[in-house]
């Protein structure tokens, strides 16, 4: 207990830039860290505070990523790491130093993923989504993110703009890979993506950030991406990614909705087109009950079925959010019915097997 005091009284020192006592804390701090594979609670946040860790060797770099995932997992919490009383030089370091440890984490992860054998890898995913959640809060308490700051507060504690953060830099990194490590980026980050959305309800979760990550998936999907229907998973699993898919094409609808409103004559037209073909694209059945039976059906079974679904998200949509979304709503389904007389509804995505 003493020698925690002892810790605590330096980080107050160097925090409050107490001249002499904190030039000797801090020389004591910097030539006193053990081996990041040997190190406690205390010594790791002296590392993530004090040292530059770009400049540490790769060996260094993944202790320090596989101890703070320990410590993450055991209950480290944002503010643990002493930003609360942190001021210039040492918080920017320990910001940029978490910035560069969550490269580490994505890659060394990545790499394991790729050789953990079949019936191991849905556990590794949900640990490392658990270290995901955990890791996006402390990057924002080290940003000084809070709430009233602007950013949501997600049901796992994370703010949405910890949480996009992440995601933005995920997406940078898989752009900057190529070959083969490229490739596994991608699997890693699609399997993850399918483990917590058949595991976790997106109705938890607040809207901006449901909006988002709507966003990002269907970039992936514009760009070829397969949809999971969770075949092969347990039901429970499945129900629940059918149901977290719709709440994602609902704050898609949303967006669009919005972007929609602000069209006018032609313009408008060939929004409902693009969209119309974008939606067939995407093979909307597997996300709608019976997917089986609309799939068969075609096109036109698929947009009746989404067009019930969109009914029941106008009803739940803020008042001031419904005219655009019936505005919206109203016109698709006229295109559509307009475009299946003239023959020229595309044909629906047909789904592939699951490996």
């Known amino acids: ?43 790791l946040l002296r590392w993530l505070v004090l040292r530059d860790v770009a400049a540490e060797s790769s060996d260094v770099q993944v202790a320090l990523v596989d101890r703070l995932q320990e410590e993450l997992l055991n209950g480290l919490q944002p503010g643990g790491a002493g930003s609360g009383v942190l001021v210039g030089s040492y918080r920017r370091q320990l910001r940029q130093n978490l910035h560069t440890l969550e490269h580490v984490w994505f890659t ?17 995913l949900e640990q490392q989504i658990a270290v995901i959640a955990a890791w996006s809060s402390l990057a924002g308490d080290a940003e000084g993110d809070a709430p009233a700051s602007g950013g949501e507060t997600t049901s796992g504690g994370e703010t949405t703009s910890g949480a996009t953060g992440f995601f933005d830099n995920i997406e940078d990194w898989i752009a900057e890979a190529q070959g083969e490590q490229r490739r596994n980026m991608m699997r890693g980050v699609q399997d993850g993506l399918v483990c917590w959305l058949s595991t976790r309800d997106l109705a938890e979760q607040p809207m ?37 898919g719709l709440l994602l094409l609902e704050a898609w609808l949303h967006e669009q909705a919005a972007r929609y409103a602000k069209l006018e004559g032609e313009a408008k037209l060939a929004f409902l087109d693009g969209k119309i073909d974008t939606l067939a ?8 009950p019976h997917a089986d039976d609309a799939e068969q059906a075609g096109a036109a079974a698929s947009f009746l079925k989404l067009s019930q679904q969109v009914d029941a998200w106008i009803a739940r949509a803020d008042a001031d959010q419904r005219p655009q979304l019936q505005q919206l709503a109203n016109d698709f389904r006229g295109r559509v019915f307009m475009r299946t007389l003239t023959g020229t509804l595309p044909s629906p995505k047909q789904r592939r097997a699951s490996p």
């Open 1 to 43: 207990m003493r020698r925690h005091r002892g810790v605590l009284t330096i980080v107050m020192l160097v925090a409050l830039g107490v001249p002499g006592l904190a030039a000797v804390g801090y020389y004591f701090w910097l030539n006193n860290l053990p081996h990041p594979r040997d190190a406690d609670r205390d010594a």
């Open 108 to 124: 060394t992860r990545v790499e394991q993923y790729a050789e953990t054998a079949p019936p191991k890898k849905h556990a590794f």
């Open 208 to 244: 901006a950030l449901r909006r988002d990550l709507a966003l990002r998936i269907a970039r992936e999907l514009d760009a070829g991406v397969e949809v999971s229907d969770g075949q092969g998973m347990p039901p429970t699993r499945r129900e629940q990614l059918t149901a977290n």
């Open 281 to 288: 694209g995407w093979n909307l059945a597997a996300l709608m």
